[in-house]
């Protein structure tokens, strides 16, 4: 994408040195969008795992599976859209980040109310006493920043295999 | 024209306004009169914001079937014995811990935008609105930090003694405190004895905390800061006097609160009904002797009399608590009892905590059986709620359900009880992790011993393993019930439950276990005994995983199954009717065990071995037959011969005399004739007849081969 962009950049420099026709042609991501955004590629030894999340392209959403953030706000006349997005992205991170290397999914940000409910597949990979303390401390973390009630909904599998749906 | 309707319409609108307000004013006043119409519209009910969710959550019930909803609903993290319940919940408790001292330690990042650029002052700003202080971070306090009397008002409303004594000293030594506050920090201080409590957020940790039993020491602080301050104060309020009395009395300084309730009284300061309740608690510390501590204790509610102070159901509590500290005896429990009559005739009722005390004063272990508990149960269920008062109201239903499980041994005063703490949202009033636990035992001991089967059964199902996981003295009773009952399928069932409450590692239990399952055994169903089957083959299985792990630590030493255990699994085990049933292979292995001594003792039940002995020849497992009768031989029991005699008699299908005659020859002769598993079957016998083998280097040899080769 940098490369067409660069290419771009010098034809435009080439036929014009105006800046309004430059402006006007450097959005090139929508007409990638349909074909690549939230899809993966085909390896050449097919072994690429897909979970079923990832096996189903983005124009599969609501039809196959469903949205990985479930809140009102992106509604007509919803509330808090850059702050629930940004807020969203937080949690993403936070999770994967302090499930290091555990968790096997999507994480599902549900909201309701002031309540922002979590879900996500987790690894068996480390001691039940261990991930109580994790849970504890990401729900009350989370919390704090958020200043509303966080839980966490995970499930266990034994092995990050167990969540693949096929290989590509 | 215009105007005109505009003034009328305004007055409808005032007409309107009127009419809310009345409306208001009358929702406000209980209306209770009829109106002219004949409708009258019922009392206003004030509600709390909660009130609704209440009612919600009453029409829910608690499910004993699932686990705790503060554990995760997964299987992976579904705790199933006692420690790992304590243990998941309090990591649970640790990582929410951890996460608020981060939000303490590093504050800034809580309260203030990230997205200010950096060198420049950071905004203000709070997720919420309106602000919620529960996710605000807390203040850290240190030597350095700038504090005002809102600080000292903050951490005391909080009850952070260690910040509160902290702030106190930083600001006594800059500007001073006020008095109000020097008497606030004083009750304080006096309430906790200068020692921080958990704080009512960690419900986990109160919840689990150590169960220390609060011993009757004198634990006041003498000269603390509590003293301190008080002494300092100039003049001395009615307030500071009542709250240093109740806290000396509080942890037993019993002298020194009875002296300083002296000197105020000489002083002409009113005392309040609680500081004579405190009094009275600790009166007998002042005194020995039952009738000299009797006196005391009158004599103070005598002076209680005088000052012309009120008793509420405290002061009971208080007279109660002191009576039971000073032992039993006829003449304490009839005070006892005249104290309760007198304080009804006042209209004073008993609290739980009082009934507690009543309890303990009566039932005593070693005591005469005396029946109050059914009088205690007929008043309380005769309340409308148990509104706790007392911190030791929390005792009353472990004591009560001890005392009909040990004291009584009575079933149906036990349901009463039970019934009474599952009633409403009675069972906040079951205390802690420690005292609920006991609360079961004593619950499912009575039940074990005197309820009738189906009904322990049901109890049990209801209660096991979610609400309560058996220890290892409940866990025999419940045996010995089902044992009696017969009941198979649940024994076999129990193998599995040792296994998942931790406590099959406890040779003891799994003894008894076995020894039920043989003695219920044989009147079982073909299916049931199939399970009880597998289940003594896995005990063998469990036994031999456990030493193969521990080998190499090998530090505590690995407690083995006796051989009266291995003869019973191999009891069970021995009972198929096919050839190439596995359980042989577990009866093999059961054996070997029993020969090469790793279990303890001898088998108290012999004829079972030279029976299965018996019956391995006849289903063609002779390497079998013959390792069970040289056991035999060498342990020296005397049905080793006969035994050794049939088996043969089986083995080579001739009659008994047919055998004897054989095994007179000698062993050369023998050797060329015999199959050598019978050969071993020989040798076993002369060894049970003579003391030793008829030729003592072949024996050993061969009777490792013919385990292999049957």
Redesign the interface.
Known sequence: MNSSIFKLIQNVSAVSKSSAILSSQFHTSPALCRVVSGKYRITKKRDKPLTYEMANPPHYIAHRKTWNSWNTSSLKDGLRRPETALEDEFIRRFMNGTWHGLVCSEIIIKRQFNHIRVAAIIR?AVS??????????????M??????PVT?E???VDSFKDVVFKYI | MYSNIVIQRQWARLAGLFRTLSSLEGQKLPVGRKSIDGISPPVRISRSSTDILQALAATVGVDPTAPHFKY?D????I?QSNY?KR???L??????????W??DEQSQL?TTREWDPPMKMKTPY???DP??DA?N?RPIYNDESKVTEEDLLYTIQNALLEDAIRVYQLLSASEGVNDDLKLALLQLLCFYNEKEPIAAEWLEERWFAAATRERQATTWRLGGLADKIFSAMDPKTPEAYCTVIQGMAKYYQAERAHALAQEAMEKGIPLSTSVYNALLSCVGFLKEGTTLRIEALKALLSQMNEQGISPNSDTLTSCLKSISAWGGGKALQTFALQIVAEFKQLNIQPGLSAYYYLLCLFCKERGPRIDVLTTILNDLEGRDSLEPTDAMDTHFFITAMGVCSEHLQNIDLADRVHALLMKDDNYRLVGDAYKESIYYRHLVSVACRHAPFEKTAQLLDTLIPNIYVPEPSVMEEIIKTLELAGAGDRLAEVWSQLVVFGLAKRVKLVERLLDALCNCYTYQDEEIKEKIRSAAADMLKFGQMVQEQNEPESRTPIQKLSASALTNIIELCADVKDKADESWEVVGEALARLRSEQASGLPSRPEVISSVAKKAATYGKPGLAATAVTYLAECGFEEATTACVETLGVMLNRPTDEVQTLLREPRSSLESSLHPSALVIAEAFHLAKTGAPIDSSASSESDSETSDDD
């Open positions: 068996r039940p006493t261990k991930m109580y303390f994790l849970l504890g401390y990401s729900e009350e973390l919390a704090n920043w958020l200043h509303c966490l995970l499930q266990t | 995760h997964d299987p992976f993290l705790p790992r243990a998941y919940a990591s649970a408790e640790a990582g929410r811990k951890a996460a608020s981060i939000r809580f709070h997720n919420a602000p919620i996710f971070p």
